[in-house]
């Protein structure tokens, strides 16, 4: 009888690695050996990021909490401001000085770490000259580049969610940043690192917006009819070829060739019809790529993490549990880990009639995928 019960229970493990992808009410199986790597016990996190040496970057955007600071660097697993306290605060006299409100960070495998600036805390419209790009270099500590977003690529209803480098693109390389809007027009923004010019592309384009009809649930509870995310979620094959995005509500990757969305000559509609369609993926907050070309993507529906290996139509599930409430932002280390911050979205007060069911801490949680970070140059 006990055989029978382990043979039962892998069998069902097995399938829940390829269960089809609808809403679950039932408590997660579990699935890949979570670990914990450290805990918040203040303000809600969505950002981290591992660099080459294996440095952990965090980020806590003003949201609504108490947000002291909006980036720092674990050391000993405590969060200290980063690059230091003073910087965290928003300078009212230039708001290209000073953290507004960070949604992300991520190293650039070239010795910096980038940090994205909304300039719009708790979603307000952002402040103008606020939204911007910082580098930080690794070595000193220091911020060495400061790139403004240009007014015309910067709507009312912009909110810059999360961003990819390729340093084998212009003269100083190129970020490619979604405008994950919850009012207006989603888009993938491409931004050159010498000049600071940008453009929008891809701009209210299906691809980049809310999926028709897209009703998400988590642990049964369906979320607002009215939450409706654009283009959040971002990812960059390791020959810098292809990009792949995601808009938050939908459950659908898509990819299209960066070359063409670098190239002033080639028009929306001709880029529109690049646009490929990969699939269902499941409902993802962030995404992530390795050296060997897999994606990675959360699935905040069922409290799990996906990979799409290279040249494979099927997801897989790597990692599934209780713990993984609200899979963000996912990072891969140097150390054959994929880290991902757990926040609990889901759980703030404005999806709950006003009742915080947040329950702190928050976690940083890694899975071993025996995988190397994506290069960017």
Known sequence: MKRLTLIAAAVAAAAAMHAPLAPAADKPVSIGKLERVATFDGAMPT??????TGRIFVNFPRWGDDVPYTVAELRDGKAVPYPDA??????????AKGFISVQSVVADGRGRVWILDTAAPEFKAPRRGGAKLVAVDL?????????????EVVLPSTYVNDMRFDFRAGAEGVAYVTDSSLSGPGAIIVLDLATGKAVRRLNGHPATMPEPGFAAAIDGKPLPATFKVASDGIALSPDGDTLYFCALSSRRLYSVPTRLLRD??????????????????????????????????????????????????????????????????????????????????????????????????????????????????
């Open 86 to 95: 003073a910087v965290n605060v928003a300078d009212p006299a230039d708001p």
């Open 264 to 377: 002033p000559n080639v028009t929306e509609a001709e880029l529109a019809r690049a646009v490929r369609d990969l699939g269902v993926k499941g409902a993802s907050d962030g995404l992530e790529s390795d050296a060997a070309g897999a994606v990675y993507a959360g699935d905040y529906e069922h409290n799990a993490i996906r990979k799409l290996a290279r040249g494979s139509t099927t997801w897989r599930t790597i990692a599934r549990g209780e713990n993984l409430s609200w899979p963000d932002t996912l990072s891969v280390g140097p150390d054959g880990y994929l880290y991902v911050i757990a926040n609990q979205l889901h759980r703030q007060a404005g999806f709950n009639d006003g009742r915080d069911l947040r329950r702190k801490p928050y976690e940083l949680l890694r899975v071993k995928v025996n995988a190397q970070p994506a290069p960017t140059n």
């Open 47 to 52: 950002g981290v990021t591992v660099t080459e």
């Open 139 to 151: 070595a000193s500590n220091r911020i060495v580049k400061t790139v403004v977003f240009p007014a």
